[in-house]
């Protein structure tokens, strides 16, 4: 398991994150067992495959199981051109991994969106279900009126512990029971430590979900070993935690000086902004200075580990009640958006013959 501080400190629903952090320990490549990463660019966009088994399982302490993750900043920059681009691919990539999982085609789904309608950062779940394609009564009560290529799809949204006041999972297992779905397919809104991932990674899983780990509220999980079925998890980060925001900040000044140092540019000049100094460029792993000279420039701040610095910024935040998690102020048109591109996913991989039209009278 990964060291209590660090796990206390950094909150993660991501499995490419929880490698990341695993690898920034210092411990020697041969003994990184366990995670398999890979890398590829599909349609434009970087995917990452990160394959868990039960070794790695303990050392990243995420469950064992098939992780994919899309990067696209389609939503943020409200690219609709974009955006479809990265829904075919996420209906690709799910498709993917449903005849993975042995899931036949003809298959009956239980889409089930997670969150709180109320609460906007975590409303992506409830949002997107409203968009998904549903056909189960059709082929329940009007058989003949369905086409070829279409498979028999429920969906509903049941809501948070907070406002219902019953356990997300037993709601879950009820409808379970009456519906009898061969295969789930759970949406939820994540958490993650770095702010450059929100609303901008999709996560895809066939491990199930935990809902409310990534805020530090664990609720039972949703997974094969708790109904009996298959569980594919798809989610996106919307928040951050105060001292994320805190750390990526002291980062950013770190590397804008260290790029300041690498250009030569005029001392005077060395804390003008980025976009002002390089014209808007992206500060990257690269331009952070070597240890020794964050020390002479920092002091000790700069010779602070990761985890060390992150837990040094909880400890100063939690006792003044200023460990928040954070969202964008555009969350609204964010999640808006976003909901549209998972829901137009799901529906390219569940139905395989749904055409374009049908697609985006869908989803929009």
Known sequence: ????????????????????????????EQQQTGVIVNEEKLNGLTVTHVKVNQEGEQRINKKAGHYITIETDAVKNQDSNAQQKAAELLSTLLANLLEEKNIAKDASCLVVGLGNDYVTPDALGPQAVKKVLVTKHLFDYHPETVADGYRPVAAFSPGVMGV?????????????????????????????????????TIQLSDTGI????????????????????????????????AVTITSDTIDYVFKHIGRELKEGDKPSRRLAPASMTFGGKTL????????????????????????EKRQLIKEVLSPLGHNLMVTPKEIDGLIHDMAHLIANGI??????????????????
Do not use: C, W
């Open 1 to 28: 398991m990964m060291e209590k501080h660090s796990e206390e400190s950094i909150r993660t629903d991501l499995a490419v994150e929880a490698k990341e952090m695993y690898v920034k320990q210092d411990i020697p």
């Open 210 to 241: 935990h809902p409310g780990s990534g805020v530090g509220n664990k609720r039972k999980e949703l997974s094969y070993e708790t109904f009996g079925i298959p569980v594919i998890a798809i989610g996106v980060p919307t928040v951050v935690d």
């Open 347 to 364: 529906n390219g991989a569940l139905h395989t013959q749904i055409d374009s039209d049908l697609a985006n009278s869908a989803t929009r």
């Open 284 to 307: 990257t792993e690269e331009d952070l200075p070597q240890l020794e000279k964050r020390q002479a420039i920092f002091g000790m701040i700069g010779s602070l580990t990761e985890v």
């Open 164 to 200: 219902t006041g019953v356990e997300t999972s037993d709601i879950i297992k009820g409808v379970i029971e009456q519906v009898k779905p061969d295969f789930i397919i759970a949406i939820d809104a994540l958490a993650s430590r770095s702010i450059d991932r929100v609303n901008q």
